[in-house]
């Protein structure tokens, strides 16, 4: 329970500061003013300044918006397509669909989502949309296996024998009676794969591959850094503790309502 | 364990050609030709098309595909456009540096984890223990390419024990190792706290079941029972993850290559993707996916061999 308050807690400072950026942000980000570059956190800049003279704190609220965006449209591509394969398979156990689904799987599962992410950059070019769906593909896999895994014990149940003897067919079944039942258990993987997913965008964005400039991302903010780093490293560390703290409080989020949801996963894992 | 190897021999070579087609395919539909970007926006159209005719670019797609796979099958995986030399042989080079950082790398999280997660599993609940899960919380949500450079600022810039990047070749094999020291632990942190919590979790399943019970009452100690019974039997979960971090390790050796400045084949893939050496990038990327499934196909094989009773299963 105090990992969940824990959790929510610091997952929500940073989802109000991505969202209040569209607003307001204590200094404009796409004004540069080289005369102030790299000054160190003082009452005017919390966090100091970069090596354009932009306010870092403006850039990380910013910059949360794109990690935030970027993780949560891969995890609803991983799900939206990810759990109506994992239904499917479940409900056509040892058919050619369940080996073709489980099978292709295996092979994105072969693919490491940084390689993914390199094949389409290579083809589309840099962007932060090519960054979700790299790390949206990755994520399908995830979510149908763990889908499957979890519909697979439900359909021995007796509920689901007693709504097929009431002549429902199985996408009915599965949408009625299996879906809300692994429900908990997509919630929790969702909120793992989120946080996943902000790691992702920044070792995307970090190696060029994800959001472009002048869109700030935390990412990008570590990369310009790199060789700042001698001479103000004040410029490396709050970003880095920005994507740390977000993901940090989506694991304690994650971790914390597995417990509050457990008495039901123990059953399904 | 014959018939469960061949089953999965076979299942093996579909995802190596369907890995092959898909890589293929990608490659084929990014815009640009190569011939014209390697001789410049001057070149006169014939000699772009004598050049496309070199490159074998005029072939047909099956035919191209035919050549790329039964070249690889003899270590002969094209000629680079930019480098001009045969691709087989960069990235042997390259590899030199990635495949023994990825290997340290996982050398390391198995060194740091299993001590760590056994201390956490036979002292549950006490501070070691909360102290190794809040650890390792922190390093599961650590980006590894930031943790390299605080190490970079703490060890190279101001205590100065280390360079902060670069490498010095083989032939000096203490400073090559030394140069990988940095990227290597940055590589394995964050995995060895999630392989140490896979490991303090398996080994309590384990430490509950019935047969340990049974151990203690035939007068085993609980220490004798943990490394003669329980710990072998929590090595399956702990076999999974450690193969699927192999992958990690290699792709993210990729990243922290990138840090250090270390010329491996990350660096090698950005430059080819960046100056549209198709072939490259075409390569490396096979490569990596091929490492990857040979590991799965390997760490399949040795749970068939530990636990018998998943050769019925596929």
Not at chain 1, 40 to 50: K, L, V
Not at chain 1, 177 to 199: D, E, K, M, R, W
Not at chain 1, 214 to 234: K, N, V
Not at chain 2, 143 to 148: E, G, I
């Given at each position: 329970?105090?990992?969940?308050?824990?959790?929510?807690?610091?997952?929500?400072?940073?989802?109000?500061?991505?969202?209040?950026?569209?607003?307001?942000?204590?200094?404009?980000?796409?004004?540069?003013?080289?005369?102030?570059?790299?000054?160190?956190?003082?009452?005017?800049?919390?966090?100091?300044?970069?090596?354009?003279?932009?306010?870092?704190?403006?850039?990380?609220?910013?910059?949360?918006?794109?990690?935030?965006?970027?993780?949560?449209?891969?995890?609803?591509?991983?799900?939206?397509?990810?759990?109506?394969?994992?239904?499917?398979?479940?409900?056509?156990?040892?058919?050619?669909?369940?080996?073709?689904?489980?099978?292709?799987?295996?092979?994105?599962?072969?693919?490491?989502?940084?390689?993914?992410?390199?094949?389409?950059?290579?083809?589309?070019?840099?962007?932060?949309?090519?960054?979700?769906?790299?790390?949206?593909?990755?994520?399908?896999?995830?979510?149908?296996?763990?889908?499957?895994?979890?519909?697979?014990?439900?359909?021995?149940?007796?509920?689901?024998?007693?709504?097929?003897?009431?002549?429902?067919?199985?996408?009915?079944?599965?949408?009625?009676?299996?879906?809300?039942?692994?429900?908990?258990?997509?919630?929790?993987?969702?909120?793992?794969?989120?946080?996943?997913?902000?790691?992702?965008?920044?070792?995307?964005?970090?190696?060029?591959?994800?959001?472009?400039?002048?869109?700030?991302?935390?990412?990008?903010?570590?990369?310009?850094?790199?060789?700042?780093?001698?001479?103000?490293?004040?410029?490396?560390?709050?970003?880095?503790?920005?994507?740390?703290?977000?993901?940090?409080?989506?694991?304690?989020?994650?971790?914390?309502?597995?417990?509050?949801?457990?008495?039901?996963?123990?059953?399904l894992r | 364990m014959l018939r469960y190897a061949l089953k999965r021999l076979g299942s093996l070579a579909i995802s190596l050609i369907v890995a092959s087609l898909v890589i293929?395919?990608?490659?084929?539909?990014?815009?640009?030709?190569?011939?014209?970007?390697?001789?410049?926006?001057?070149?006169?159209?014939?000699?772009?098309?004598?050049?496309?005719?070199?490159?074998?670019?005029?072939?047909?797609?099956?035919?191209?595909?035919?050549?790329?796979?039964?070249?690889?099958?003899?270590?002969?995986?094209?000629?680079?456009?930019?480098?001009?030399?045969?691709?087989?042989?960069?990235?042997?080079?390259?590899?030199?540096?990635?495949?023994?950082?990825?290997?340290?790398?996982?050398?390391?999280?198995?060194?740091?984890?299993?001590?760590?997660?056994?201390?956490?599993?036979?002292?549950?609940?006490?501070?070691?223990?909360?102290?190794?899960?809040?650890?390792?919380?922190?390093?599961?949500?650590?980006?590894?390419?930031?943790?390299?450079?605080?190490?970079?600022?703490?060890?190279?810039?101001?205590?100065?024990?280390?360079?902060?990047?670069?490498?010095?070749?083989?032939?000096?094999?203490?400073?090559?190792?030394?140069?990988?020291?940095?990227?290597?632990?940055?590589?394995?942190?964050?995995?060895?706290?999630?392989?140490?919590?896979?490991?303090?979790?398996?080994?309590?399943?384990?430490?509950?079941?019935?047969?340990?019970?049974?151990?203690?009452?035939?007068?085993?100690?609980?220490?004798?029972?943990?490394?003669?019974?329980?710990?072998?039997?929590?090595?399956?979960?702990?076999?999974?993850?450690?193969?699927?971090?192999?992958?990690?390790?290699?792709?993210?050796?990729?990243?922290?290559?990138?840090?250090?400045?270390?010329?491996?084949?990350?660096?090698?893939?950005?430059?080819?993707?960046s100056q549209r050496d198709l072939i490259m990038v075409e390569s490396v990327v096979f490569l990596l996916v091929f490492a990857v499934i040979m590991v799965n196909f390997a760490?399949?094989?040795?749970?068939?061999?530990?636990?018998?009773?998943?050769?019925?299963?596929?």
């Open positions: 329970m105090r990992n969940l308050t824990f959790g929510l807690i610091l997952t929500t400072i940073f989802a109000i500061g991505a969202l209040v950026s569209f607003a307001w942000t204590p200094y404009d980000v796409t004004v540069l003013e080289i005369a102030n570059k790299l000054k160190p956190p003082t009452a005017a800049h919390w966090f100091g300044t970069d090596h354009f003279g932009r306010d870092i704190f403006s850039m990380i609220m910013v910059g949360a918006r794109t990690s935030i965006a970027v993780a949560i449209v891969a995890v609803v591509i991983g799900m939206g397509l990810g759990v109506p394969l994992g239904l499917a398979a479940a409900a056509r156990k040892g058919s050619l669909l369940d080996e073709v689904i489980m099978r292709g799987n295996d092979l994105i599962f072969a693919f490491p989502s940084l390689l993914i992410a390199i094949l389409i950059t290579a083809i589309f070019g840099p962007s932060a949309v090519n960054a979700i769906i790299a790390i949206g593909i990755f994520n399908i896999p995830v979510f149908a296996r763990l889908t499957r895994g979890a519909a697979l014990s439900l359909w021995t149940r007796d509920y689901v024998l007693a709504a097929r003897v009431a002549g429902k067919g199985a996408t009915r079944i599965s949408v009625e009676h299996i879906l809300p039942n692994v429900a908990n258990l997509l919630i929790v993987q969702g909120t793992i794969q989120f946080s996943l997913g902000i790691l992702a965008e920044a070792a995307l964005s970090y190696v060029g591959l994800g959001a472009q400039p002048p869109t700030p991302s935390w990412g990008r903010m570590l990369a310009d850094a790199q060789t700042l780093i001698a001479l103000a490293p004040h410029v490396a560390l709050f970003p880095g503790f920005a994507i740390l703290l977000t993901v940090l409080g989506l694991n304690l989020a994650g971790d914390g309502l597995r417990d509050v949801l457990d008495p039901k996963l123990r059953v | 293929f395919a990608c490659i084929e539909v990014i815009p640009g030709d190569p011939a014209s970007f390697m001789l410049g926006i001057n070149a006169q159209p014939d000699t772009v098309a004598a050049l496309r005719e070199e490159l074998g670019l005029n072939a047909s797609l099956a035919t191209r595909y035919l050549s790329w796979v039964t070249g690889m099958l003899s270590g002969d995986f094209g000629t680079s456009y930019t480098y001009r030399s045969p691709v087989a042989e960069i990235i042997g080079d390259r590899l030199w540096i990635s495949l023994p950082l990825a290997l340290i790398a996982l050398g390391l999280t198995v060194l740091i984890a299993f001590p760590v997660g056994i201390l956490a599993a036979t002292k549950r609940g006490s501070w070691a223990d909360m102290s190794v899960m809040g650890a390792t919380q922190l390093g599961i949500a650590i980006p590894n390419f930031w943790f390299a450079m605080l190490m970079v600022l703490l060890f190279s810039i101001n205590l100065r024990w280390f360079s902060a990047g670069g490498f010095p070749g083989w032939e000096n094999p203490l400073a090559a190792l030394k140069a990988l020291t940095l990227p290597a632990i940055a590589l394995a942190l964050p995995q060895a706290s999630i392989l140490a919590r896979v490991m303090r979790s398996a080994l309590l399943d384990t430490l509950s079941e019935d047969y340990i019970r049974t151990c203690r009452a035939k007068g085993l100690t609980q220490r004798q029972a943990l490394w003669r019974h329980a710990l072998r039997n929590a090595m399956i979960p702990v076999l999974t993850i450690i193969g699927l971090q192999f992958s990690f390790l290699l792709a993210g050796a990729i990243i922290i290559e990138n840090v250090f400045y270390l010329p491996g084949l990350g660096r090698l893939v950005f430059q080819a993707i760490v399949d094989l040795a749970y068939a061999w530990v636990d018998p009773r998943l050769r019925g299963r596929s």
